[in-house]
């Protein structure tokens, strides 16, 4: 897939509380967030639009009081990493 590129009218940008040199950093996180939260990017496509690595991206989830769907599979991993991490 070749890269958007998003074109926003000036006059919805008069008056936002974001400094311009972080700017387009926002707007790609809280894409990002808002478009794994409705289930349309994977976790590791809104980590990559965001430009966050995968704790950082968890963070911010956290953060906006975003939860992560979990798959069966997922949680009988976690639940196997978590035993083994107890083992030790």
């Known amino acids: 897939m070749q890269a958007v590129t998003l074109t926003l009218p000036a006059e919805c940008l008069v008056g936002v509380r ?29 980590c990559r639009m965001a430009g966050l690595g995968k704790a950082e991206f968890q963070h911010l989830l956290g953060m906006r009081g975003i939860t992560q769907p979990l798959a069966e599979q997922d949680l009988e991993q976690d639940l196997s990493n978590l035993a083994a991490w107890k083992a030790r």
Do not use: V, Y
């Open 18 to 46: 974001i400094p311009p040199r972080d700017l387009e950093r926002e707007l790609r996180c809280r894409l990002a967030l808002a478009l794994f939260s409705d289930g349309i990017l994977s976790g590791a496509a809104a």
